[in-house]
């Protein structure tokens, strides 16, 4: 499992009402499902990642994010996910409002692009940076938004979200002090839980 699943799974309640937008093979819905006894919906646009996770008994619909969560009434569910998946829409900030007009509460994670890495890596070679956590060269990457710590910062200041906890990583997912410090310049994963 994915070090960061580790740490969302605290922010969820046992028998709550969860759905995870680009669930990919759906291992985290399979872990809530058997840890936590969740009711689970995944949103995926990759058919085989919906036949994987229909081969796990997931409940998983195939729909493109990009075209928002309007089949989905206000408040319907407990908690929504997106993990690794902000940077890969079009619309993020309108995104992010159709979640809490869904869900109670949201978990979003992104990779900080503002992480010292990065910078060096572009200050050094003059590239957008590959690493095994961002694989992708600039040209084939799903990554359509690069977004930092502080830049989520201010879109939930701007949007009067509050930020019921954040948890800034380094690529193991290790919760360092001296990351807490500098989160936008030491953190390599964001890991925020909101609501309205």
């Known amino acids: 499992m994915r070090a960061d699943y580790e740490i969302i799974q605290r922010w969820i309640a046992p028998d709550s009402r969860v759905l995870d937008l680009g669930c990919g093979d759906g291992q985290l819905l399979e872990y809530l ?27 998983v619909l195939q729909q493109d994010l990009n075209k928002g969560l309007k089949n989905f009434e206000s408040e319907s569910f407990d908690t929504v996910l997106l993990t690794q998946t902000l940077q890969a829409v079009s ?3 309108i995104l992010i409002d159709e979640m809490l007009r869904i869900g109670k509460n949201c978990i979003v994670t992104f990779p900080n692009f503002g992480n010292w890495r990065s910078r060096m890596h572009l200050i050094i070679k003059g590239r957008m940076p590959v690493s095994r956590f961002m694989p992708y060269q600039w040209y084939d990457t799903p990554n359509i938004h690069f977004c930092t ?3 989520f910062d201010v879109l939930c200041q701007q949007k009067n979200i509050k930020v019921l906890s954040r948890t800034v990583v380094d690529h193991s997912h290790k919760d360092r002090w001296f990351i807490n410090t500098w989160p936008n310049l030491l953190g390599e994963v964001a890991i925020y839980h909101i609501t309205k």
């Open 149 to 151: 710590v502080k830049d």
């Open 91 to 93: 619309y993020p900030d």
């Open 33 to 59: 499902k058997k840890e936590k006894n969740i009711s689970d919906i995944g949103l995926e646009i990759n058919q085989g990642d919906i036949e994987t996770c229909i081969g796990k008994g997931l409940n």
